[in-house]
C-alpha cells in the first residue's frame, strides 16, 4: 500500500518535468540554462511544503529561485504551492522556479563553486541533541560547502524558532569569520510585515506565540564591500548628528 502510494508520488513528479527536478546533478553547472538566462539563483535549503520559495518566485521575477527537500512527497507538496501562487497570473509553469528532489549533504554535487547568490536556511531541523550537531544545516561542515557555492554578492538568510539552534548557527557563523547584519532575536516585534514573506513553520511558530530569530549572513567579498560602504556612510550621519547636537539627551 504505502508502496503504491510512493509510486504514484514518484510518477506525478515524473509528469512535472516543466517544474521539478529528479536528477538535479545532472544541472551542476548548468542551472541558468535551464533557466534560460542568467539572472541571480536563490535557493532555500530544506524548503518543506514550499510556501516560502513559490510566494518568493512569483514576488521577484528578476530572480531565478530554486526549492530543494530530499523528501519526494513535499516536493509534490511544494509543486501544487508553486503552480498555486502562480495561478493568480494565470501562469502554470513558473517561468523562475524549479523544485529539486536533494540532499544537502551532496550539495556540492547539485551546484558548481559560485553558482549560486543566496541561500535560505529556514526553520532547518534544530538536531537538539549534542551527538546529532553534525547533522545541523548551520554546522561548519555545511558552511564550508555554503561559501564555496555563493559568487561575490553571495549571502546566506537565516530564520528559526530555536534559540539553541540560532545560539549554535552564530558560533559557526563567527568562527568562520563572516559579517552578520541584521541580525533579530524578534522578527516580528513590530508586527507583521507585509513585505515579509513567511514560511509554514513561521506561521505555525508565530501563532504560537514564538519568537523567530533571524540573521543575515554577507559571504562573497562584493557583498561585504557594498555592505560595509552603507554601513559606514550611516556612521557618518550618526556622527554628524552628535557633533550638531540634534538627537542628544539633554542630561
Ligand atoms: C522543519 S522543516 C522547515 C520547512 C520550511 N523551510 C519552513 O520553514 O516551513 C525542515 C525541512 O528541511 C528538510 N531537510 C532537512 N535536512 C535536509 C537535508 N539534508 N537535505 C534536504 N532537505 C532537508 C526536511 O525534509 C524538512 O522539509
Known amino acids: 500500500m504505502r508502496l503504491r502510494g510512493r509510486k504514484g508520488i514518484r510518477e506525478n513528479l515524473e509528469q512535472q518535468e516543466d517544474l521539478v527536478v529528479l536528477e538535479p546533478k545532472q544541472h551542476k553547472g548548468k542551472w541558468a ?12 535549503f530544506g524548503m518543506g511544503k514550499g510556501q516560502f520559495i513559490s510566494q518568493m518566485s512569483y514576488k521577484y521575477p528578476q530572480y531565478n529561485f530554486i526549492g530543494i527537500d530530499m523528501y519526494d512527497e513535499l516536493v509534490r507538496r511544494a509543486s501544487e504551492k508553486a503552480r498555486n501562487a ?21 550539495i556540492e554535487e547539485v551546484f558548481d563553486p559560485k553558482e549560486l547568490e543566496r541561500i535560505y536556511l529556514n526553520f532547518s531541523d534544530p538536531w537538539p541533541k549534542a551527538k546529532h550537531a553534525r547533522r545541523r544545516l548551520t554546522h561548519p561542515r555545511f ?22 539552534l540560532f545560539e549554535f548557527s552564530l558560533n559557526s557563523i563567527a568562527d568562520f569569520g563572516l559579517q552578520m547584519t541584521n541580525l533579530s532575536l524578534n522578527l516580528h516585534r513590530e508586527g507583521l510585515n507585509e513585505e ?14 514564538m519568537n523567530i530569530h533571524r540573521v543575515e549572513v554577507i559571504v562573497g567579498e562584493e557583498a561585504l564591500r557594498e555592505y560595509n560602504e552603507v554601513r559606514l556612510d550611516k556612521y557618518k550621519v550618526r556622527e554628524a548628528t552628535d557633533e550638531s547636537g540634534e538627537d542628544q539627551d539633554e542630561a
Open 196 to 209: 515579509h514573506v513567511m514560511t509554514e513553520y513561521e506561521q505555525k511558530f508565530m501563532g504560537k506565540g
Open 143 to 164: 558552511l564550508k560547502k555554503y561559501i564555496e557555492l555563493l559568487n561575490p554578492k553571495g549571502q546566506i538568510h537565516f530564520k528559526t524558532d530555536s534559540e539553541t
Open 86 to 106: 502562480w495561478s493568480q497570473a494565470e501562469v502554470e509553469t513558473p517561468p523562475n522556479l524549479k523544485l529539486a528532489l536533494a540532499n544537502i549533504e551532496q
Open 33 to 44: 540554462e535551464l533557466f534560460g538566462n542568467d539572472h541571480p539563483i536563490f535557493v532555500e
